[in-house]
């Protein structure tokens, strides 16, 4: 496919892409409470982008059946909205993502479901840090692999592990556009600091690390979509869409 670099007027219309997906997110996750069904999720998912001239982005997506990932405790990505009920204590990792004249903008958040336990609240903050540590070494001229590796050394060198098989990824008129973006140096594409794509403006890119308190391994559900950590441990997900500028990073999906 090769990266795709976008034009200025692109880059507007995936800013309000972006701006739709960061509102009908936080209307997501401030509905969040103990008692709910997963599906309630979903289905404020599916409603609420119409509103603003957008459609949810996933369902249907290579088969995927719902508008959105709701992925709860070890659950680290892909988990389908069913009639499971969120009980006080988990922590739920929402993504979502939506099209707006033709462009995507995509976009994850996880959140306690009532109080949580001081173990979960830290991994929380944690992957939400090893975002913004990622997206601060985003800029013009640097190269993919010090995204990486900022968000590795971010997550590890507070005890956390970093998952190795799924990453981020370019995103424009397709949901999934070159490049691959690594959250650790330790994936398959073993991209260090230094090495990898140069930033260029224009680029687009998903950055989503997903970050375990136990083990970086994970395992396939029976439903061949929900991914959880192989050892049953708590997994957070924190996404944002970002444009490479002249200067700072542009966050896409923040309201």
Same mark, same amino acid.
């Given at each position: 496919? /090769?990266?795709?670099?976008? @034009? ?54 290579? /088969? ?45 958040? +996880? ?22 540590? /990622? ?48 959250? +650790? @140096? ?31 391994? @994970?395992?396939?559900?029976?439903? /061949? ?31």
């Amino acid at each position: 496919m /090769g990266i795709i670099i976008k @034009t200025d007027a692109e880059i507007a219309i995936m800013r309000e892409a972006g701006r739709i997906t960061a509102t009908v997110l936080e209307i997501l996750t401030s509905s969040v409470k103990p008692g709910m069904r997963t599906d309630e999720l979903d289905a404020i998912a599916e409603k609420e982008p119409r509103r603003f001239g957008a459609i949810p982005s996933f369902k249907g997506y290579r /088969g995927y059946p719902a508008s959105l990932c709701v992925s709860v405790n070890d659950e680290i990505v892909h988990g389908i909205p069913d009639k499971r009920i969120l009980l006080e204590g988990d922590i739920v990792s929402i993504d979502y993502g939506v099209i707006y004249k033709g462009f995507q903008g995509d976009a994850a958040r +996880t959140v306690a479901v009532g109080k949580v336990n001081a173990e979960a609240q830290k991994l929380m903050e944690v992957t939400e840090g090893s975002l913004k540590a /990622g997206i601060k070494k985003a800029y013009k001229g640097n190269r993919l692999g010090d995204v990486s590796a900022a968000i590795e050394e971010y997550a590890e060198s507070r005890g956390y592990t970093v998952v190795r098989e799924y990453t981020g990824h370019g995103i424009g008129r397709d949901m999934h556009e070159d490049p691959q973006i690594p959250n +650790t @140096t330790k994936s398959l594409l073993g991209m260090m600091r230094g090495t990898g794509p140069v930033l260029k403006k224009g680029m687009t890119l998903a950055i989503e690390p997903m970050v375990n308190i136990g083990g970086w391994e @994970t395992k396939v559900g029976k439903n /061949g979509w929900t991914v959880s950590t192989k050892d049953g441990s708590l997994s957070a997900h924190f996404e944002d869409t970002i444009a490479i500028t002249d200067s700072e990073p542009e966050v896409l999906t923040r309201v």
